[in-house]
């Protein structure tokens, strides 16, 4: 007789099924094949498998739930041990960074005090006590002049926008009074001269190396967390900005995952990873103790407008290793102040001053490197005019452009050696650098002019607002005179640059920047097409500019992100619909273009969109002319030293690359903001028409300084982003919130439950944000018998990794990749009968190729007022990279 305990022992070993070898070898190739293959499909594995036909598929659905779970703890175990590794050397370096705060704070409440007490007693002192160490030397004129800045506070201007003169030379010395009288309050004594020998040399680097050191890890200077950036093991690292010092000073503080020998010969290449840096020669190496060197470098930066010169540098470069084991790449400028070999100026380059900075490489306990980076410069601001004086006095920008950029270009290396990426058009990301650094390269070439460069300014027609050069040097004829695939040869006998400069107010940069982007056909009318064009077919400029046709069409083809998260490298795809069939042939124009610059929160950063004219058939040695805006902040949105303005400086860990939320007298929404805007565009000609094409230039790029207007007047009218708002809505217009309202009213009649909270359906708009910040993804498709989407969310673009203007590129079917895609694609007609479909969770493939798992799926028919079916919409529940 069967007891009890041996009927509940033989039904607990029926619930287990042991494979066999065989079984667990299909069981894994099917796995790899599709890790969620439907009840067909496991029905199909047991009738093609004979070691499975035993099994019951249900045990078979079974293992595959087990598989999975046991792939999504391998994968969350294996992310939780580098996040570790992460948190164990931010910990440090955040131990670090207190002990530093805290040096600093004891220094200034100790200065506090002293003044505090000679307040009390209303004793004006001839000279202040000695204070310890680490107390800043500029703290009693800072608040000297932090009292004479309240003294007196100027009202705020009205709004304004205006073209700037691009030959404005003169410069604004009004203030240099006053800084004169705080100068001989404090004498400083220049050092004894030393000679250019090697012991002379020697003696700069040590005391190089000591400030360097006590700016990196000390309180030499007076550091604040950079606006909008807070610490994490996913951001890019510790931010800071100096505040009180001479000059403008930046330090970031980060983890690289590369050994330090290896980052210190990528940071010491400038050129390598700085946009700005035109050249860096190296004229004399010196070999120094402890296995260093000594370099005495000649360095050239690139002038960031029309309205100021470009910047030169004289520097002493010193290599050591420490006792601890760092290595540390430390310079300064070299003048007469130090005693050094100087360096006769080069015309037409204003010479900077580089105070001792540097970078400090010391190496990681889990690997990789711990990076200081100090950039400290004195970048003569009193050389160019007063309106772009601030460019040229903010640390904001010194971080953004410098500092960071190093960073972000090391961990981007570091993520490249540990990962294989194929990006857009099967390149490499290091040829999409290239290519993002030869447009970057290109636009600052002509919008600077140089003669080394072949350049030279022609006559204007007596209106200053635009500027032309022209450059027939050989090296650009040879660049232009090139043959493209299609057999047409470009004809040229040089190049021509109409560029200006105009100042924006009461205006987001990163907001116009993205309207020009999204709508090209909002300033570039045929005109635009024409000179492009000339460009790729010889005699073009016979043809009368006023007749041509426009636009017939723009598609944009994403290709990734270069090293910088928020810059982007894409072709754009013209239809040109010319009058004259004969001459052009209905020819597409293909561009390449990078933009950069679009996100709201970032202080100090520039946006650009630069293009250039491409042929389909493009290659990476292909000749480029790069157009296009760049837009720069003059003065930053937010005050660090306000009261009113607060920093949201929660840190989250699984969040990419934090942004803080301002508030208070900062805000971003572009009130009160004002910036340069430069504009910059390139056309190959022939050297008769030299003439006619020099006035069609300045005729088009007034008709974009015109339309440039129009717009930001519009953005700057509007307030279409909300205050405080971490993501940019779309823009607000009666399509689109007819076309979310109808979104959420199909939802409820088909599902009979609310998409959104009830409340946040009064109004078109509010229905649109609230559909936008949802957090499924959700997309709309066409009902063409090839759907192409629509419309996305925000939370469907971070899916797809694209953009609204790219998203009419992307076919549903390309997306829909796996089984459950296909099993939604096979649901549409049945859709378009019932209404809705729910199908299980699948992976979809982002515009970059990486896999985004759901968790489950719905889609339902769009009806129109009318009760006509306009599109179908799909949400996509509990998504997440894989």
């Known amino acids: 007789m069967v007891t009890a305990r041996e009927m509940a022992a033989a039904m607990d070993a029926s619930k287990y099924v042991r494979y066999t070898p065989e079984q667990v070898e299909a069981l894994e190739r099917l796995y790899y094949e599709c890790p969620k293959p439907s009840s067909l499909r496991r029905q ?137 009288s705080g100068q001989q309050q404090n004498v400083v004594v220049p050092p ?43 951001s890019i690292g510790i931010i800071a900005i100096s505040h009180g010092c001479a000059g403008v000073a930046a330090r970031a503080c980060g983890l690289v995952g590369m050994e330090p020998a290896k980052v210190a010969e990528i940071l010491k290449d400038r050129p390598l990873w700085l946009r700005d840096c035109r050249s860096m020669e190296v004229v004399n190496v010196l070999p120094a103790g402890s296995n260093g060197t000594i370099e005495l470098l000649y360095m050239q930066l690139y002038a960031q407008t029309t309205l100021a010169p470009a910047r030169d540098f004289w520097l002493l470069r010193y290599t050591s290793i420490l006792d601890d084991g760092s290595l540390v ?107 993002s650094q030869k447009l970057t390269r290109g636009f600052n070439e002509a919008l600077c002019g140089l003669t080394d460069d072949g350049w030279s300014a022609i006559e204007s027609d007596g209106v200053d607002d635009v500027c032309i050069s022209v450059n027939s040097s050989l090296n650009k004829v040879i660049s232009c005179n090139a043959t493209f695939g299609d057999g047409l040869p470009i004809v040229s006998a040089g190049v021509l640059c109409a560029k200006a400069s105009m ?7 990163p907001s116009l920047l993205q309207f020009l982007h999204e709508h090209r056909s909002q300033w570039a009318d045929s005109t635009l097409d024409a000179f492009f064009a000339s460009a790729l077919k010889p005699n073009f400029c016979n043809l009368p500019m006023s007749r041509l046709g426009g636009f017939s069409g723009q598609v944009i083809l994403p290709l990734a992100h270069t090293f910088d998260p928020e810059e982007f490298l894409e072709v754009i795809k013209i239809g040109n619909a010319s009058n004259y069939q004969d001459t052009l042939m209905h020819r597409d124009l293909f561009l390449l273009q990078m933009y950069n610059g679009v996100d709201e929160n970032t202080v100090g950063s520039c946006s650009e969109l630069i293009f250039a004219p491409i042929d389909a058939s493009f290659s990476d040695d292909s000749p480029l002319l790069p157009s296009g805006f760049r837009i720069i902040p003059i003065d930053s949105p937010l005050d660090t030293s306000s009261p009113n303005c607060t920093l949201d400086l929660a840190s989250t860990l699984e969040v990419g690359t934090p942004r803080g939320r301002m508030t208070g007298s900062g805000s971003v929404n572009g009130a009160g903001m004002k910036a340069v805007m430069t504009i910059a565009f390139q056309f190959a000609f022939e050297s008769h028409l030299q003439d006619s094409v020099a006035a069609m230039a300045q005729q088009y790029m007034r ?35 007819t076309l979310s309202r109808w979104i959420v009213q199909s939802y409820r009649f088909h599902f009979g439950a609310e998409l959104i909270k009830s409340g946040d359906a009064d109004g078109g708009e509010s229905v649109l944000k609230s559909l936008w910040h949802h957090t499924s993804a959700i997309l709309c498709c066409s009902l063409k018998a090839m759907p192409v989407l629509t419309f996305a969310n925000q939370s469907g673009l971070d899916m797809l990794e694209t953009t609204l203007a790219a998203l009419q590129d992307m076919a549903l079917e390309k997306i829909l990749g796996d089984q459950a895609g296909k099993s939604l694609l096979a649901e549409l007609p049945g859709i378009m009968e019932q209404g809705f479909a729910c199908v299980q969770g699948g992976v979809c493939a982002s515009r970059l190729g990486r896999p985004a798992a759901y968790e489950k799926a719905v889609a339902w028919k769009v009806l129109d007022d009318g009760g006509a079916a306009h599109c179908v919409c799909f949400a996509f529940l509990g998504w997440s990279f894989v």
């Open 703 to 737: 008709s974009i300084i015109s339309s440039v207007q129009r717009i930001a007047l519009a953005l700057s009218s509007s307030r279409l982003v909300s205050h405080g708002s971490p993501r940019l809505l779309p823009h607000v217009t009666p399509e689109a919130a």
């Open 44 to 180: 199909q594995l047991v009738r093609e498998c004979a070691v499975l036909a035993a099994v019951d598929p249900k045990q078979i659905k079974v293992w595959f739930q087990n598989r999975r779970c046991r792939e999504k703890q391998r994968r969350e175990s294996g992310r939780l041990q580098s996040l570790n590794r992460k948190l164990t050397a931010m910990n440090k370096l955040l131990m670090e960074e207190n002990d530093r705060l805290q040096k600093q704070v004891s220094s200034l409440v100790y200065e506090n005090g002293y003044y505090r007490q000679q307040h009390t007693h209303s004793v004006r002192p001839s000279s202040p006590p000695p204070a310890p160490a680490a107390m800043s030397s500029s703290s009693s004129l800072r608040l000297l002049q932090v009292r004479e800045a309240h003294a007196f506070v100027a009202p705020p201007p009205p709004p304004l926008l205006l073209p700037l003169q691009a030959g404005l030379a003169t410069t604004d010395t009004s203030c240099e009074s006053v800084v004169t």
């Open 329 to 435: 790449v430390c310079e300064r400028s070299l003048s007469s102040k130090q005693g050094g070999p100087s360096m006769p100026l080069v015309q037409p380059f204003i010479r900077g001053e580089m105070l001792p900075s540097g970078f400090l490489i010391r190496p990681s306990d889990g690997g990789g490197s711990v990076i200081h980076i100090v950039d400290h410069l004195d970048l003569e601001p009193r050389s160019v005019p007063e309106v772009v004086r601030p460019l040229y006095e903010s640390s904001a920008i010194v971080a953004q452009k410098m500092s960071m950029a190093a960073l972000r270009y090391l961990r981007q290396l570091a993520h490249e050696d540990t990962h294989s990426i194929i990006t857009g058009w099967g390149r490499q990301p290091a040829a999409l650098r290239a290519l």
């Open 503 to 509: 100042l924006l107010q009461d205006v987001s940069p």
């Open 192 to 234: 004894p001269p030393r000679d250019a020998s090697p012991a002379g040399l020697m003696s700069i680097a040590e005391e190089t190396l000591t400030e360097f050191l006590s700016k990196a890890t000390g309180t030499a200077v007076e550091w604040v967390q950079m606006p909008g950036m807070k610490p994490g093991p996913d």
